[in-house]
């Protein structure tokens, strides 16, 4: 009889046990570790081969542009800039909204910005430092002019997922995925980071693409840079109900898991 119970005993413990293990997910090294070697062989850590060099952001409809005019002629400062060449963009962005007017340039839904005199012009698909010299040349065919000034406002990326979210400025021309991800604060643990997903705004229409950022490749790819605008999206890993990142979790969970067995069986076991 005692062998029975003994037997029935051990049974039970054993089918806790193996459920609690079973609804565990293990979270190992390789699926947190940025810059790993990539692997050819299937379900491995990818390589990104072609070499894609870092190509200026192409102006979108939307854009927000600060241009200012430079130049020794007053008439040329007092057309383009209110009469005023002192100030800068800090001072600009701080001041009131007819002021800001003066300087702050939307493309259109047809691609163009408005200047006095100038009129409409089409600057789509121009980057930041063509249009300065689009501009300049324009600009100088007419009036006396030194240099214009062309800065993109209102550059942002976004990151959701893994129970939060944020909008961060890119105060920077060139943001890499690295440095997002220190700004948003690292992933997390459950965050499967050979899944990450951008939404991207592009000439064609809204794209999504979706990268391994664990690869030492992503130097090499188009997924490196973060373009304005950008929305990444973060993926959990599979069905998790506890996480084992060390063999020290693992071990807690077990005893864990044997200690409420033995107690449940004391419990419901007559004495």
Wanted: proline share 3%; net charge positive; with cysteine.
């Amino acid at each position: 009889m005692s062998q029975r119970i003994g037997f029935k005993m051990r049974n039970f413990i054993f089918r806790v046990v193996i459920l609690s293990l079973i609804l565990t997910s293990c979270v190992t090294t390789r699926e947190l570790y940025y810059l790993q070697t990539p692997k050819n062989s299937l379900n491995s850590i990818p390589s990104y081969k072609d070499t894609i060099p870092y190509q200026d952001y192409k102006l979108k409809i939307g854009d927000k542009l600060y241009i200012q005019v430079y130049s020794t002629d007053e008439k040329t400062n007092a057309l383009f800039n209110g009469g005023s060449m002192s100030g800068g963009i800090s001072q600009i962005m701080s001041s009131s909204s007819d002021n800001m007017d003066i300087y702050l340039y939307i493309v259109d839904e047809e691609g163009n910005i408005r200047l006095p005199i100038l009129g409409e012009l089409n600057v789509i698909g121009k980057s930041v430092r063509e249009t300065k010299f689009f501009l300049e040349d324009t600009i100088k065919s007419i009036l006396p002019l030194n240099s214009v000034d062309v800065r993109l406002l209102g550059r942002f990326f976004s990151i959701i997922g893994g129970g939060r979210s944020g909008r961060f400025p890119m105060i920077k021309e060139k943001i890499n995925i690295f440095q997002a991800i220190s700004m948003f604060g690292d992933f997390g643990m459950y965050i499967d980071r050979s899944k990450i997903r951008i939404i991207r705004q592009t000439s064609s229409g809204t794209v999504i693409k979706m990268f391994d950022v664990r690869s030492a490749d992503i130097l090499h790819s188009e997924f490196y840079y973060i373009e304005p605008n950008d929305v990444i999206y973060l993926e959990p890993l599979n069905a998790q109900f506890f996480g084992i990142s060390n063999l020290w979790t693992f071990v807690s969970i077990g005893v864990t898991s044997l200690s409420f067995a033995l107690l449940i069986y004391k419990l419901f076991t007559p004495s």
